[in-house]
Nanobody
Framework: QVQLVESGGGLVQPGGSLRLSCAAS????????MRWYRQAPGKERELVAV???????NYSDSVKGRFTISRDNFKKTVYLQMNNLKPEDTAVYYC?????????????WGQGTQVTVSS
């Protein structure tokens, strides 16, 4: 069974930093795009950042210049380095990936990790 497991969330003061990780496991032949989404209370889930298998990166305007997405293909892991965090970054952060497993294309979600930015 293919799964994504996030880690690294927590409580941080405004201006602080956190690094999220998301590791894929299971029968995986190829991982294509890997993404980070977030969902704040009462709001829709929004795409924060995406990185392709070739390293092409895009960010939402709200995090550009503060967040950095990266991936380690050997470890099947995607990271989100979040700097200069603001209270409006408070949300549950979800990892998402397009994965080829056993000749089947899958779109997999992680369980989410809470990020709270507050003084």
């Amino acid at each position: 069974q293919v799964q994504l497991v996030e880690s690294g969330g927590g409580l941080v003061q405004p201006g602080g930093s956190l690094r999220l990780s998301c590791a894929a496991s299971g029968s995986i032949f190829m991982i294509y795009d890997m993404r980070w989404y977030r969902q704040a209370p009462g709001k829709e889930r929004e795409l924060v950042a995406v990185i392709s298998s070739g390293g092409t990166i895009n960010y939402s305007d709200s995090v550009k210049g503060r967040f950095t997405i990266s991936r380690d293909n050997f470890k099947k892991t995607v990271y989100l380095q979040m700097n200069n965090l603001k209270p409006e970054d408070t949300a549950v952060y979800y990892c998402n990936a397009d994965i080829l497993s056993d000749y089947t294309h899958l779109n997999i979600w992680g369980q989410g990790t809470q990020v709270t930015v507050s003084s």
